[in-house]
């Protein structure tokens, strides 16, 4: 699992059967610091995040199982949102 | 998954027998501002893409996630196709306003 | 497996229910004298680690879903050890009592 920021949302209506009503953000991955860390990707939420949220999500296929039906095409999907994240004694929820 | 444009097709008469008669979408992958990168990929279709659509593929082990993919040699699958996506509430795609 | 130092952790009140329950731990994977090697991650803590801990770590998930015994939860990323000591080309290269 990776720490990350929601950046936008993303609609599709034509998707592969099973993840209708799955709603689709765009993630920028953090490092410990905060600092961007790769590139952007778009995720299927599982939780109530939306844009400005420090979210955390699951890659691989994996993702698929955070989904309704767990039998789709998904390979990232945020797991939950973020209250409080250190690292050392720093709040990373104060940065960004 | 990642953002990509399908900007072309890829005929393979001599492949895996798993994979006949899917169809193969030659996908340049966009950044989250709609630019091009400089990286292709050939993916399944799963949704009936077009020519020109930007569409979402997934990647890895979840690619054969999918009736169509499921036990096949396939690693990149096009399972969405994209209407609109916005930048902290900045509309950055709109398919109805292109071409 | 990956050796990681448990840099922070991770508080989610809002998260899958597969998470209910499971600390999370920020982790920076390092080679065996310590220098970072991969992108930071949280993990699933199983082992009791606490930051400043040298860990191992694994980020399969089959594995580690049958590990918690919870065979269809999205898990992937999870704490299996701390580390007392490595020992590198007959060499002591990390002792967890010198931190």
Redesign the interface.
């Known amino acids: 699992?990776?720490?990350a920021r929601v950046?936008?949302?993303?609609?599709?209506?034509?998707?592969?059967p099973g993840?209708a009503g799955v709603p689709?953000q765009?993630l920028?991955?953090l490092?410990?610091d905060g600092a961007d860390?790769?590139?952007?990707?778009?995720?299927c939420t599982?939780?109530?995040?939306g844009?400005?949220d420090l979210?955390?999500f699951?890659?691989?296929?994996?993702?698929?199982?955070?989904c309704p039906e767990?039998?789709?095409?998904?390979?990232?999907?945020i797991?939950?949102?973020?209250?409080?994240?250190?690292?050392?004694d720093?709040d990373?929820t104060d940065e960004a | 998954m990642l953002i990509g444009k399908v900007v072309g097709s890829v005929v393979a008469t001599r492949k895996d027998e798993a994979l006949t008669s899917h169809k193969l979408l030659l996908v340049q992958v966009h950044d989250q501002l709609g630019a091009a990168r400089d990286q292709y990929v050939v993916a399944v279709d799963s949704v009936g893409a077009g020519h020109e659509d930007m569409i979402l593929y997934a990647t890895g082990s979840s690619a054969r996630q999918t009736s169509l993919t499921k036990d096949k040699p396939c690693d990149a699958v096009i399972m969405a196709v994209i209407d609109s996506w916005d930048l902290g509430g900045e509309n950055v795609y709109e398919k109805w306003n292109e071409g | 497996m990956f050796l990681a130092q448990v840099i922070g952790s991770v508080v989610s009140p809002v998260q899958h229910p597969s998470l209910d329950g499971r600390t999370l731990l920020l982790l920076r994977p390092v080679g065996p004298t310590g220098e970072r090697c991969a992108k930071t991650r949280i993990a699933v803590d199983r082992s009791g680690a606490g930051v400043g801990d040298r860990v191992l770590a694994i980020d399969e998930g089959n594995s580690g879903r049958q590990l918690l015994g919870v065979p269809d939860a999205p898990i992937k990323t999870i704490v299996i050890g701390v580390v007392d000591s490595i020992e590198l080309a007959g060499e002591g290269v990390y002792d967890h009592r010198e931190g």
């Open positions: 699992m990776y720490l950046i936008g949302r993303l609609v599709a209506s034509v998707q592969y993840l689709l765009i920028q991955p490092d410990e860390m790769g590139q952007t990707l778009v995720a599982s939780v109530s995040s844009p400005g979210v955390h699951v890659d691989g296929r994996e993702a698929a199982l955070a767990t039998f789709v095409p998904v390979d990232a999907t797991m939950g949102v973020v209250e409080q994240a250190f690292a050392g720093r990373l």
